[in-house]
């Protein structure tokens, strides 16, 4: 019998290309363990949490602070490489772990990216970041509160930069999380992606800089600190301690600082950009529950939600209408909506008549 048909070498088995893992839906893969595991990224209305590359490192540690995206607008405009010279700490008045930081931060709420070809050493602003932190932009010093909840909104939805952000606001709702609950999740994450230079102390001070981005803390006398006030999502009023101190928990309510226009822009961003999908009817329940969708984003309630969805037909009525039929509420799209920009461009408009 020759080689080529004898029963002990047998013709490999041909298998289809393996899922890359930069495209693998975060809590979706890995088996039935990771999804009932990882219970806060279930499937809602056919969408799921995407990421491309998952970060966990870059603030130095430090939350992000109110001064900061100015100044590094302003220092780019001078030079696309501002970030990587020396400069830089003196232009800032900071060290140079705080202009990273101030790098990483920029990204997060992509006001500006990295030049592609340069490996990071130059950056430009991006649109966002013009129409916002220009001298005669929306709000270049962020002193409309309204701005703290759009770079909330920014954040939380770039899972690239912000994979913590992403994940922790993609849990259900209800229920308090210790920081080794979202270690052990993100652990699982990490194992998916197959991320080997992952160090568990770098995704404990992730976690670290989360918690004190969005936890306001009091001082001796009981009323905030200036230290809380520091950051811009402190105000938020997202996070709150657990009935213990190793526990916290994301509040739910509606949201009474969350302007109508600044939601107007999260929906339509949601429907163009994170959706990822051209179905022209959203169910109730996705724009609710789904991961980073609006309702998870900023933890707002089934009330408040449709509420404000009644709202947005009401200001963008030739592109939405909000209807309940046979008992299933859906937003239906009657032509493609406004982008991000052109809403928020009218929202801060409004403000300055």
């Known amino acids: 019998m020759s080689a080529a048909t004898s029963p002990s070498k047998r ?28 219970d806060g990224l279930e499937r809602a209305g056919g969408t799921a949490l995407p990421v491309w590359h998952a970060s966990f490192s870059g603030h130095e540690s430090f939350p992000l602070r109110y001064p900061w995206l100015k100044k590094g607008y302003d220092g780019l405009l001078k030079s696309p490489s501002f970030f990587s ?18 790098r990483y931060w920029g990204m997060v709420c992509q006001l500006w990216d990295e030049v592609p070809g340069t490996r990071g050493q130059e950056l430009h602003p991006l649109e966002m970041g013009t129409s916002l932190l220009a001298d005669d932009g929306w709000d270049p010093f962020l002193e409309d509160e309204a701005t703290a909840w759009l770079l909330h909104w920014l954040a939380v939805t770039n899972g690239m930069r912000g994979t913590t ?23 699982v994450l990490v194992g998916q992606f197959g991320m080997k230079r992952c160090t568990r102390p770098s995704l404990k001070r ?42 916290f928990e994301l509040v739910s309510s509606t949201q009474p600082s969350l302007p109508d226009g600044i939601f107007f822009a999260a929906l339509v961003d949601y429907l163009a950009r994170v959706r990822q999908t051209d179905a022209k009817a959203v169910a109730f329940d996705e724009l609710m529950y789904a991961p980073l969708s609006p309702g998870r984003v900023f933890r707002l309630t089934e ?19 909000f209807a309940e039929t046979a008992g299933l509420r859906q937003v239906l799209l009657r032509k493609h909506p406004p982008t991000i920009h052109v809403a928020l461009r009218d929202y801060y408009k409004g403000l300055a008549r």
């Open 165 to 187: 952000w992403s994940w922790i606001f993609s849990r259900q709702k209800g229920g308090a999380f210790s920081k080794t609950d979202i270690l052990a999740e993100i652990d």
């Open 303 to 321: 009330e408040n939600l449709a509420q404000r969805l009644a709202h947005c037909v009401e200001r963008g009525s030739e592109f939405l209408d």
């Open 206 to 247: 992730d976690v670290d800089v989360f918690i004190n981005s969005y936890l306001r803390t009091a001082s001796r006398k009981g009323d905030l600190s200036e230290d809380a006030l520091d950051c811009p999502f402190r105000q938020l009023g997202l996070l709150r301690p657990g009935s213990d101190r190793a526990t």
């Open 11 to 38: 013709k490999p088995v041909r298998r289809g290309p393996k899922e890359p893992a930069e495209t693998r839906e975060l809590g979706l893969t890995g088996g039935t363990r990771v999804q009932r595991r990882l």
């Open 85 to 102: 010279t020396e400069g830089a700490m003196v232009v800032m008045g900071t060290g140079k772990n705080m202009v990273r930081s101030i």
